[in-house]
């Protein structure tokens, strides 16, 4: 592979990773709006809602400039997306809150996986505060915000990018 | 005649005399010693890439951390002489967290492959002035408990929450020269840890 085309598959990595953290910000503002929809009007809870709802917003602003800025085409957000579960509730709304917050972290992990040392801490950044909503939501912490429970490794597990401390 | 061909097959070859034989061996003898010695006399070997050091570091940090909330379980325990009210949720809270810690600590080791004969538990964590804010060597039961000097449920988790937050911003200081899985790993434990320090402040103000 030449310089090139390696440098081309990297950009390519990266705006993948960019839309997908995008597309989990987009998702994020159009459920927010059920979330507070759902939640009782004019309560400290509602107030948080739209807060966190402001935050994703200027999230896929940010995203879609840096996607801009490099060469990429923002993909645009859906009109509607389907919500894993129906919401009718107080409760309802607070677990999606915590879903979607969820589902951001896990995106901007894929962002942390490029080797652009700028980028990674970028993700690393807005994984810490995908995992703070979501902490505050679900009233309750979370050991490995953003990945999935099947990533982790159980003993015995020979894992292909480990650290390997072996004599060469 | 099996007998007479066992008892040759002692017999040393014509024109070895056993002092010769005996002076063979002696000569041998430190080629022998050398060969058991094995590949330390290749010299020393070389020291473990960034990435396995950093891996360390954080394995050696989490350690401390987990001795840091043993020894704050202590004085958060009731009938403990720093516990004055009739309040389960500080102790209750910090046990939560180091359970996280555990996690943590069993995922990191999972990922370092290690030669066989070396403990995780025997590294000496690099030299490294950007740790200064975590400990990196598992504390002595006594050093943990004079770091964690405050007094009362409030002091104690107050000091947890400042170890949460220097923890979790060293390990993103640390993504750098990471492999991608490593490096997700290390951002999700990050914000873990994130994630304690506000739990922890709902603990100590009561909410």
Partial sequence: MTSASRQGTGSQQVLAALQTALAAEQAASYGYGVVGARLPQGSAKQGTATADWVAHLRAADKLTAMISARGGKPVPAAVAYQLPDPVQTATEATALAALLEDRVAQAYLGIVALPESGLRNFGAQEVRAAALRAAAWRGSTQAFPGLPTDSLRTAGDTPPDSATNAAP | ?207
């Avoid at chain 2, 061909?5 to 017999?11: D, K, L, Y």
């Avoid at chain 2, 004085?75 to 809270?93: E, F, H, K, N």
């Avoid at chain 2, 911003?169 to 304690?196: C, N, V, Y």
Wanted: with cysteine.
């Fill in chain 2, 1 to 207: 005649m099996a007998d007479r061909s066992a008892s040759a097959g002692r017999i040393p070859a014509p024109g070895l005399s056993r002092r010769a034989l005996l002076a063979a061996s002696a000569a041998a003898l430190p080629l022998l010693v050398t060969a058991c010695r094995g590949i330390q006399v290749l010299g020393t070997p070389p020291p473990p890439p960034a990435d396995v050091r950093t891996l360390q570091s954080a394995i050696a940090a989490e350690e401390a951390m987990i001795a840091r909330y043993a020894a704050a379980l202590k004085q958060l325990a009731p009938g403990s002489t720093s516990y004055r009210t009739i309040d389960v949720a500080p102790y209750a809270s910090a046990r939560a967290v180091q359970a996280e810690h555990m996690a943590h600590l069993a995922q990191l080791k999972s990922r370092l492959i290690e030669p066989p004969g070396i403990r995780p538990s025997t590294y000496a964590p690099p030299a490294n002035p950007s740790a200064t804010s975590r400990p990196t060597s598992t504390p002595s039961p006594s050093a943990t408990s004079s770091s964690t000097g405050a007094t009362g449920p409030r002091g104690v988790l107050g000091e947890l929450e400042l170890a949460e937050q220097n923890a979790s911003d060293r390990l993103i200081a640390e993504l750098g020269e990471l492999p991608p899985s490593l490096a997700q790993l290390f951002a999700s434990i990050a914000a873990s840890e994130a994630t304690h320090v506000e739990y922890l402040r709902a603990a100590r103000q009561g909410r």
